[in-house]
Nanobody
């Protein structure tokens, strides 16, 4: 299983970016998929996730209303549309997937067994 995160970059406050997570060896539409991020000096933080194959979506409070997670089943891709970006959104963003996730652990990075390499997002003020 391989996950490839892409789409990061540098934007100004209030700007937008769209991250993509493309997979091989796993069908993302049938599994739980999440985005996490790690800012410098901080622990890995949950951002958003799909739970299993349904439409059960969860967002961290810090991104609710600004970020949207979506799936493109034909491309085996999960995307994260990030709008109204803030300096505190600066981090390395990782996509993760799990075939065995339970709902109560869905925001815990330790519950995901597959990880992409991360893509840097920098928001400048």
């Amino acid at each position: 299983v391989q996950l490839q995160a892409s789409g990061g970059g540098m934007v100004q406050v209030g700007g937008s970016l769209r991250l993509s997570c493309t997979a091989s060896g796993i069908t993302l539409s049938r599994n739980s998929v999440a985005w996490f991020r790690r800012a410098p000096g901080k622990e890995r933080e949950f951002v958003a996730r799909f739970f299993r194959s349904g439409g059960n979506i969860l967002y961290a409070d810090s991104v609710k209303g600004r970020f949207t997670i979506s799936r493109d089943n034909a491309k085996n891709t999960v995307s994260l549309q990030m709008n109204n970006l803030k300096p505190e959104d600066t981090a390395v963003y990782y996509c993760a997937a799990s075939s065995r996730l339970i709902l109560s652990s869905s925001s815990d990075f330790r519950a995901y067994e597959y990880w992409g390499q991360g893509t840097q997002v920098t928001v400048s003020s």
